[in-house]
């Protein structure tokens, strides 16, 4: 799903209940609304996002939440939605027991007409009680994690992973991993640059990609495919190399072509743009914590020229090294 591909809004509903946790209902909302006011800033006849927040009951009465939200209207009003989020739930997801079943029902009926929907913590409780979940990976909150297990044995939980994905079903760990997935979403909805912006914006210090720790059904783990692991370790040690993907590939002893397919199955990208974030990353790092200057952090991780390092730090992190610099150095309270 592309801007260019999409007609009309986006539309993101964000589920209400009782016993939930506002921030995980708030942070994607202020994270979509973002993502809408870029959009608009670049084309004033983009469609951009419609955001709506829906209850069991509908209405504005009723309010949910610890800091209340009221909500739009009922989440049984026959709209499509194209993303769904779950919220987090406080303590005793046991609180929400009540709207399970009639929420269950519209959740499957949204999955079917092609929805993706995205849940935190034990709010991943109210996806798995649909039965979408069934056979399929899925992660929550540590505290409930044999709770979880114990109520919903034919899902596969994944403790060790903070995101999880099985088609368009999310799972995130943390409000902080939902955070990821929403970048993710963005991206997938309306590209890079977009989804850069929200990042950027909402959180200068998002540590790895969504690909490198989010586990997804039908693909290899990088932590499952022994070429990716020796791979990745590989490039870690040696992130200013100067040798060719191809090159890679032999010392690893596999052919360029399996080498390029099973790396991206387990990471969900090419191991030369992987190479490329990584060494973003550290230059990320270097330029947070030392006074190395822009072109000697550009040599330490592997360019030659300033100029091309500069090019390639933009458009993985959507603004130049020096500006970076300043920007989240201002944010540091050392």
Same mark, same amino acid.
């Given at each position: 799903?592309?801007?260019?591909?999409?007609?009309?809004?986006?539309?993101?509903?964000?589920?209400?209940?009782?016993?939930?946790?506002?921030?995980?209902?708030?942070?994607?909302?202020?994270?979509?609304?973002?993502?809408?006011?870029?959009?608009?800033?670049?084309?004033?006849?983009?469609?951009?996002?419609?955001?709506?927040?829906?209850?069991?009951?509908?209405?504005?009465?009723?309010?949910?939440?610890?800091?209340?939200?009221?909500?739009?209207?009922?989440?049984?009003?026959?709209?499509?939605?194209?993303?769904?989020?779950?919220?987090?739930?406080?303590?005793?997801?046991?609180?929400?027991?009540?709207?399970?079943?009639?929420?269950?029902?519209?959740?499957?009926?949204?999955?079917?007409?092609?929805?993706?929907?995205?849940?935190?913590?034990?709010?991943?409780?109210?996806?798995?009680?649909?039965?979408?979940?069934?056979?399929?990976?899925?992660?929550?909150?540590?505290?409930?994690?044999?709770?979880?297990?114990?109520?919903?044995?034919?899902?596969?939980?994944?403790?060790?992973?903070?995101?999880?994905?099985?088609?368009?079903?999310?799972?995130?760990?943390?409000?902080?991993?939902?955070?990821?997935?929403?970048?993710?979403?963005?991206?997938?909805?309306?590209?890079?640059?977009?989804?850069?912006?929200?990042?950027?914006?909402?959180?200068?210090?998002?540590?790895?990609?969504?690909?490198?720790?989010?586990?997804?059904?039908?693909?290899?783990?990088?932590?499952?495919?022994?070429?990716?692991?020796?791979?990745?370790?590989?490039?870690?040690?040696?992130?200013?190399?100067?040798?060719?993907?191809?090159?890679?590939?032999?010392?690893? &002893?596999? +052919? %360029? !072509?399996?080498?390029?397919? @099973?790396? $991206? #199955?387990?990471? &969900?990208? +090419? %191991? !030369?743009?992987?190479?490329? @974030?990584? $060494? #973003?990353?550290?230059?990320?790092?270097?330029?947070?914590?030392?006074?190395?200057?822009?072109?000697?952090?550009?040599?330490?991780?592997?360019?030659?020229?300033?100029?091309?390092?500069?090019?390639?730090?933009?458009?993985?992190?959507?603004?130049?090294?020096?500006?970076?610099?300043?920007?989240?150095?201002?944010?540091?309270?050392?």
């Amino acid at each position: 799903m592309t801007e260019q591909q999409h007609v009309g809004p986006l539309t993101i509903g964000f589920v209400l209940v009782p016993g939930m946790l506002s921030t995980g209902t708030a942070l994607p909302y202020e994270m979509w609304a973002a993502a809408d006011d870029h959009l608009r800033s670049r084309d004033r006849r983009s469609p951009g996002v419609a955001l709506k927040l829906l209850s069991p009951a509908g209405g504005s009465s009723s309010s949910y939440g610890r800091v209340p939200i009221k909500p739009d209207g009922p989440f049984d009003d026959g709209q499509r939605f194209d993303v769904i989020y779950l919220p987090a739930l406080w303590r005793n997801p046991t609180r929400s027991l009540g709207v399970r079943s009639r929420l269950a029902a519209w959740l499957r009926k949204q999955y079917e007409s092609g929805a993706q929907i995205a849940a935190v913590g034990a709010g991943v409780s109210l996806l798995a009680a649909t039965g979408l979940l069934d056979g399929r990976s899925a992660t929550t909150h540590w505290f409930f994690f044999d709770k979880f297990e114990n109520e919903f044995p034919s899902v596969d939980l994944k403790r060790q992973f903070f995101i999880t994905q099985s088609g368009s079903l999310y799972c995130a760990a943390s409000i902080n991993s939902l955070a990821d997935v929403t970048v993710n979403l963005i991206e997938r909805a309306f590209g890079h640059t977009t989804a850069h912006h929200v990042e950027r914006n909402f959180s200068h210090e998002i540590r790895r990609t969504y690909e490198e720790y989010r586990y997804m059904d039908g693909g290899n783990s990088p932590l499952d495919d022994e070429i990716v692991v020796e791979a990745q370790v590989w490039i870690e040690s040696n992130m200013s190399a100067q040798i060719t993907i191809r090159e890679l590939a032999s010392r690893i &002893g596999v +052919s %360029p !072509r399996t080498f390029d397919r @099973r790396f $991206r #199955a387990a990471t &969900g990208t +090419s %191991p !030369r743009n992987y190479w490329q @974030r990584q $060494r #973003a990353f550290l230059a990320k790092d270097l330029l947070e914590n030392t006074n190395l200057t822009v072109g000697e952090i550009a040599y330490r991780v592997g360019y030659q020229d300033v100029g091309h390092f500069s090019r390639i730090f933009r458009r993985e992190v959507s603004v130049g090294p020096s500006e970076y610099r300043a920007t989240v150095r201002a944010k540091l309270f050392r």
